[in-house]
């Protein structure tokens, strides 16, 4: 059964910090790979997709790079602001189930 | 964009009330899914919908059933509501295929007394 894994729990970083969230899987035959943001009290908001064949996705200032063999994702935020501040959560696609969640790493940007 | 409706932000109900918790998406998704969040043990599945009329168990249906009379949407009922489903229930659906992102909704705060 895939596992995800999402370390640390929780990260502080000072404004204008670039950073990187960690993301693992246990099985590594997956189909894509997701990264969600959200924010208090709220819905989770997809970010990036990044698909099996692909080894990174960008968008503005975040990108995510994709490694199979090794299992693991990382989402990287360059010149974080405090509005980054939030939830981000990665979830896995293995083709014949739902998408299986990492319980997130709460980013909190220091101004 | 992608509109995922969820009909109450915040709920209050009594244990022991049958409660339904309406989802609709308005892109014509074929997969609909209910998620519960809780502190400390992230999103949990509980029924997912590939299709009109269908439905699978996720990982923690006890105590919920659900129905999808049309494709848009998706249902959530707590049969008999007990304390212990506080949560906040999140909506998501996506398009079917391998590459498609999933939308969520806003969530709604349910609070059994």
């Known amino acids: 059964k895939q596992e995800v894994t999402q370390i640390p729990a929780a990260l502080s970083v000072p404004e204008g910090e670039n950073l990187v969230l960690n993301c693992s899987f246990t099985?590594?035959?997956?189909?894509?790979l997701q990264w969600f943001r959200q924010d208090p009290g709220k819905g989770l908001t997809s970010l990036l997709l990044?698909?099996?064949?692909?080894r990174e996705q960008t968008s503005g200032r975040l990108n995510a790079s994709l490694d199979k063999s090794s299992g693991r994702s990382t989402l990287y935020i360059a010149a974080s602001q405090p509005g980054d501040s939030a939830t981000y959560l990665c979830?896995?696609?293995?083709?014949?189930?739902?998408?299986?969640f990492g319980k997130g790493t709460r980013l909190s940007v220091i101004a | 964009d992608v509109k995922v409706t969820q009909s109450s932000r915040y709920l209050v109900k009594r244990t022991g009330e049958k409660v339904f918790l309406e989802c609709v998406q308005d892109?014509?998704?074929?997969?609909m899914f209910w998620y519960r969040q809780d502190p400390g043990l992230g999103l949990r599945l509980i029924y997912f919908?590939?299709?009109?009329?269908?439905?699978e168990k996720g990982d923690i249906p006890e105590g919920y059933s659900v129905s999808r009379e049309k494709k848009e949407r998706f249902s959530l009922i707590l049969e008999s509501a007990s304390t212990n489903q506080t949560s906040m229930y999140l909506c998501?659906?996506?398009?079917?295929?391998?590459?498609?992102?999933?939308?969520f909704g806003s969530g709604t705060q349910l609070s059994v007394l």
């Open positions: 998501a659906s996506s398009l079917q295929g391998s590459y498609e992102k999933l939308f």
């Open positions: 919908s590939y299709d009109v009329k269908m439905k």
């Open positions: 099985d590594s035959a997956i189909y894509n």
């Open positions: 979830a896995v696609d293995s083709g014949n189930t739902p998408l299986v």
């Open positions: 892109m014509d998704h074929e997969n």
């Open positions: 990044i698909q099996s064949s692909q």
